[in-house]
């Protein structure tokens, strides 16, 4: 198959940690690229390559990856990580995940 | 820094075409593919295709009888074409630039709202 399933949302209180996770069939042999998407704008690149970080994203963000399922961890979630996030694996994305800060 | 600049018809009448053309602006053209993603209103994204300098395509299998990616090296550009458009088309449509093995998106850009209604 080559649906990505991700929670619809997730909760976490400020300054703590959180996962948002990713499963799938292609991520076994591909790693998931991770995009925060904020209301009305065009989504962003956090995470690729399993635990990469673009220019500019903070280092709270981190990736992992163990056989069909990949995380994404915000360590110290800020207010303004509240976001919607996709995982995405070769030509498909998740469903995404809408994370919001107590 | 590359940068991505998208442009286009917003309104379309059902049955008619969509095209958007895709400005790569502040960097190279080639060692990279240029994708297309669409987001209905209120729903998630949706991968539509992409395509490389030298114009080799990759069509999302729901959507490869409707939809054509064409590049304009000379110009820097890519384009999306799908035919026979439907109110469930409506949505806005992003252009981004491919990287690496495992083809992460980065960067985006704008995005247009096309709206297709009679």
């Known amino acids: 198959s080559s649906e990505l399933t991700q929670d619809p949302a997730a909760s976490v209180a400020l300054g703590q940690t959180v996962r948002i996770t990713c499963q799938g069939d292609s991520l076994r042999r591909y790693y998931a690229s991770w995009y925060q998407q904020k209301p009305g704008q065009a989504p962003v690149l956090v995470l690729y390559?399993?635990?990469n970080r673009p220019s500019g994203i903070p280092d709270r963000f981190s990736g992992s990856s163990s056989g069909n399922t990949a995380s994404l961890t915000i360590t110290g979630t800020q207010a303004e990580d509240e976001a919607d996030y996709y995982c995405?694996?070769?030509?498909?994305f998740g469903g995404g995940t809408k994370l919001t800060v107590l | 820094q590359v940068q991505l600049q998208q442009w286009g018809a917003g309104l379309l009448k059902p049955s008619e075409t969509l095209s958007l053309t895709c400005g790569v602006y502040?960097?190279?053209?080639?060692?990279?593919?240029w994708s297309w993603i669409r987001q209905s209103p209120g729903k998630g994204l949706e991968w539509i295709g992409e395509i490389n300098h030298s114009g080799s395509t990759t069509y999302s299998p729901p959507l490869t009888s409707r939809v054509t990616i064409s590049v304009d090296t000379s110009k820097n550009q890519f384009s999306l074409k799908l035919t026979s458009v439907t109110a469930a088309d409506t949505a806005v449509y992003y252009c981004?630039?491919?990287?690496?093995?495992?083809?992460?998106?980065?960067?985006w850009g704008q995005g247009i709202l096309v709206t297709v209604s009679s």
């Open positions: 995405k694996s070769r030509m498909v």
């Open positions: 502040g960097g190279s053209f080639s060692y990279s593919y």
């Open positions: 390559d399993k635990n």
């Open positions: 981004a630039r491919g990287q690496g093995f495992h083809n992460w998106l980065d960067p």
